[in-house]
Antibody
């Protein structure tokens, strides 16, 4: 069974840092691009960042570029998001999501349960 | 960035109703369009990928259509468990943008 489990969320002050983790199981982690998607309270979904299977391709949303760093450890089946210089507007539930590649598009077919990040003084 | 616009933002419907949600892309995205369902307090769930392909395990009452810039998600007969928020998403390029969501509520 495919599983993605996020951890590391919590309360942090503006300007602070937090490191999120996503533990994967039930599939060949190193063969998939993985994404971070966030959802502010009561709001829609916002794509944050993605990292390809071999880390050759890394992308960020404009809203987090220069502050967030995505990484992965394929040997440990883990994904990370280092979040620095946090702002109140970064408050959200953060999901990791697997991207399935096929000639018919790239859907996010499995999602974790999410971890809540609250940025407040 | 490609902008995704859903309509309506919300709708009220009864069990058994046929429901249609539309999604428009700001540029041609071919068929790189996915639909997700999100129930309260839960992660999004993939329903439809590549505009019209039903994800494994998703009830056949869900269907998708469209290509290019205009897309539709249809629920043929609304069930109690279908009351949720629905999001479209383009994966034609990065950033992988989402529509703002359509909340389907009980009438």
């Amino acid at each position: 069974e495919v599983q993605l489990v996020e951890s590391g969320g919590g309360l942090v002050k503006p300007g602070g840092s937090l490191r999120l983790s996503c533990a994967a199981s039930g599939f060949t982690f190193g063969a998939f691009t993985i994404n971070w998607v966030r959802q502010a309270p009561g709001e829609g979904l916002e794509w944050v960042s993605s990292i390809s299977s071999s880390t050759n391709y890394i992308y960020y949303a404009d809203s987090v570029r220069g502050r967030f760093t995505i990484s992965r450890d394929n040997a440990q089946n883990s994904l990370f998001l280092q979040m620095d210089s946090l702002r109140a507007e970064d408050t959200a539930v953060y999901y990791c999501a697997r991207e399935r590649y096929s000639k018919e598009g790239h859907p996010f077919d499995y999602w974790g349960q999410g971890t809540l990040v609250t940025v407040s003084s | 960035d490609i902008q995704m616009t859903q309509s309506p933002s919300s709708l009220s419907a009864s069990v058994g109703d046929r429901v249609t949600i539309t999604c428009r892309a700001s540029q041609n995205i071919r068929n790189y369009l996915n639909w997700y369902q999100q129930r309260p307090g839960k992660a999004p769930k993939l329903l439809i990928y590549a505009a019209s392909s039903l994800e494994s395990g998703v009830p056949s009452g869900f269907s998708g259509s469209g290509s290019g810039t205009d897309f539709t998600l249809t629920i043929s007969s609304l069930q109690p468990e279908d009351f949720a928020i629905y999001f479209c998403q383009q994966t034609y390029n990065t950033p992988r943008t989402f529509g703002q969501g359509t909340k389907v509520e009980i009438k």
